[in-house]
């Protein structure tokens, strides 16, 4: 996993009858089902503190899109509040209350590239990345996690078998050899924009190209910023598609 200049920002205001969000997207949840509202409500439960914040979220991830922007604003309050309050609390400690929000929390706390395992929890520091341009294409589609995970037979996964033999801790990524989501086998078979946005990015010359998370959210690992920003200049003028380019934060 890996963090990539994609971001949101997260502001926190004090001093408030209520803890409640305010977001300039539409599509974001200000009310108690928010991820930041809930690691707010558990930070404060830890602390033993009776407080109520106010927090803005500047969306700029797209909502439900495979790109981990619930999960790491939820990760920023968590990490925001405890500066805020004289760090109270360790990292470890941090990540667990992340936990229990969701399985992606943990790795935003973490804040360096990683190897995760288990549902997410156990991450291990991973320095071997090349510094890839990122060009990350959102088809504008709505994709449901709960049932993509629902609909993922493990019986017809092909990535513990194309990476059996791969020593993470020993072996720098490959992209031709190690790009691998079992998740698209069940995203793709019913948005075939996924498949598309992976055959743009392909044709117009990155070196991989996979779908992040549950979908639908596609990238591509580019070599250099020339050709990340000619390739998304040549998908925008064909694709309605909304198209990113950023860094891989190593």
């Known amino acids: 996993m890996c ?3 994609l971001y949101d920002t997260v502001s926190i205001e004090f001093g408030v009858d209520k803890t409640f969000v305010v977001c300039n997207s539409p599509n974001v949840p200000e009310n108690n089902s928010n ?23 500047d969306k700029k991830i797209p909502v439900a ?3 981990g922007g619930g999960s790491s604003n939820a ?14 609390f360790s990292r ?13 929390v943990p790795f935003f706390i973490f804040q360096k590239p990683a190897l995760a395992s288990g549902i997410g929890e156990k991450l291990e520091a991973y320095p071997k990345l090349d510094p890839f341009k990122v060009l990350v294409i959102y088809p504008g589609i709505s994709v449901s996690t709960l049932d993509i995970y629902k609909n993922l037979n493990l019986g017809l996964t092909k990535c513990k078998k194309k990476l059996r033999s791969f020593c993470f801790n020993e072996q720098n990524f490959e992209v031709d050899q190690h790009l691998c ?20 990015l392909l044709y117009y010359g990155a070196k991989g190209a996979l779908m992040s998370g549950s979908g639908p959210a596609v990238f591509g690992l580019f070599s250099d910023s020339d050709k ?13 598609w ?6 891989m934060l190593i």
């Open 242 to 247: 909304e198209l990113f380019c950023a860094d």
């Open 75 to 88: 990760a920023f309050t968590l990490l925001g509040l405890n500066q805020y309050y004289g760090r109270p």
């Open 181 to 200: 989501n079992d998740l698209e086998t069940v995203t793709t078979s019913r948005y075939p924009d996924i498949i598309e946005a992976k055959k743009a």
């Open 65 to 67: 899109a495979g790109l």
């Open 3 to 5: 963090c990539i200049s």
């Open 35 to 57: 991820l930041a509202v809930i690691a707010a409500n558990i930070f404060f439960k830890k602390l033993s503190k009776n407080e109520n914040i106010k927090i803005l979220i």
């Open 228 to 240: 990340a920003q000619k390739a998304y200049h040549l998908i925008s003028k064909k694709n309605k």
């Open 92 to 104: 470890d400690e941090l990540i667990a209350m992340g936990l229990s929000i969701g399985a992606d």
